[in-house]
């Protein structure tokens, strides 16, 4: 099945910094990426679909100047939170679909797992 | 916007009994349903999935029904195995590629 992969797989930040995470679809190109934040023992929530070469969209209540999202590749795109405060850490996770991938099929990459100190 | 409803949050099984978890969706023009499994720490693994336009569909041990009046999907995993534990998340994709997760629910198999 199709390969996507995430870096760092899990950071820890001081507060004010910014951190970037990069999700990599390794053996397919993805015109389309979404990105999830999943708190502790709770569901995943969309942040923002990222489409290859211009801007994400993002979902209602998700600051879009402190996530920012560049989708620069048909293989790479980027989330960088941007001045990190406790409350941002989570597991983030991305996925990708592939342009022919039927239906609404999506692959996940393996999360980011980041602790903002 | 969408809205999906997952019951129960948690679930306890005895080895070789079977496990089934519901969802309700609120938007009919979602067209694609699919059940993630997520191991603790882990990334959602997709185990299966069904489209609008099937009423049911099954994979060994793992099954999925759709009731398009109703508005509701189920997973059923018959001869549950203590390796069935996990948290399992339904999805509901509706138009402009938009995905709405269920609340999760942590199964749990006794041996």
């Known amino acids: 099945g199709a390969v996507v992969s995430q870096h760092p797989s899990w950071v820890i930040c001081k507060s004010g910094t910014s951190v970037k995470i990069e999700c990599r679809s390794l053996?397919?190109?993805?015109?389309?990426m979404f990105w999830y934040r999943q708190f502790p023992k709770q569901s995943l929530m969309l942040m923002a679909t990222s489409n290859e070469g211009s801007k994400a969209t993002y979902e209602q209540g998700v600051e879009k100047d402190k996530f920012l999202i560049n989708h620069a590749s048909l293989t790479l795109s980027t989330l960088t939170v941007t001045s990190a405060h406790p409350e941002d850490s989570s597991f983030y996770i991305c996925s990708a679909r592939p342009p022919s991938g039927g239906y609404n099929e999506q692959f996940f990459g393996p999360g980011t797992r980041l602790t903002v100190l | 916007g969408e809205n999906v409803e997952q019951h129960p949050s948690t679930l306890s099984v005895q080895e070789g009994d079977s496990a089934v978890i519901k969802c309700t969706y609120s938007d009919s023009a979602s067209n694609y349903f699919p059940w993630y499994k997520q191991e603790l720490g882990k990334r959602p693994q997709l185990i299966i999935d069904?489209?609008?336009?099937?009423g049911e569909k099954k994979d060994q041990r793992i099954a999925v029904t759709l009731n398009k009046t109703a508005k509701h999907f189920s997973l059923h995993i018959t001869e549950t195995q203590p390796e069935d534990s996990a948290v399992y998340f339904c999805a509901a994709f509706g138009g402009y590629q938009k995905v709405t997760f269920g609340t999760g629910t942590k199964l749990q198999v006794i041996p």
């Open positions: 053996d397919f190109q993805a015109t389309t």
């Open positions: 069904i489209r609008s336009n099937v």
